[in-house]
């Protein structure tokens, strides 16, 4: 998608073994983004999504609050133009 945002975050706390990358595939979907969640080596999950600003604004509100079990201590987000270069939402492993 060109002509839309891209949103770049990486969420702290408890967020990994508790379906964070499934919840955030889930509303990234339901919202028409695009893009990728993935787990990092430090505990934090990476999520890179793409589309509409308004879209991307409420799957960071989703961002902080997490799927049941979570604990999401805080978000690290920029901001940029989409790439285009995504299809569709995954998680990556």
């Known amino acids: 998608m060109t002509g839309g945002a891209s949103l770049h975050a990486f ?22 983004l695009v893009g990728y969640a993935r787990n990092l080596f430090d505990g934090r999950v990476e999520v890179v999504a793409e589309g509409e600003k308004a879209a991307l604004e409420e799957l960071l509100r ?13 978000v690290d987000a920029e901001w940029g133009v989409a790439t285009g270069r995504f299809r569709g939402f995954d998680i990556k492993h």
Do not use: D, I
């Open 11 to 32: 969420v702290r706390g408890r967020v990994q073994g508790v379906l964070f990358r499934s919840f955030v595939e889930r509303h990234a979907r339901r919202l028409g």
């Open 62 to 74: 989703q961002l902080h609050l997490g799927p049941p079990g979570a604990r999401v201590e805080g």
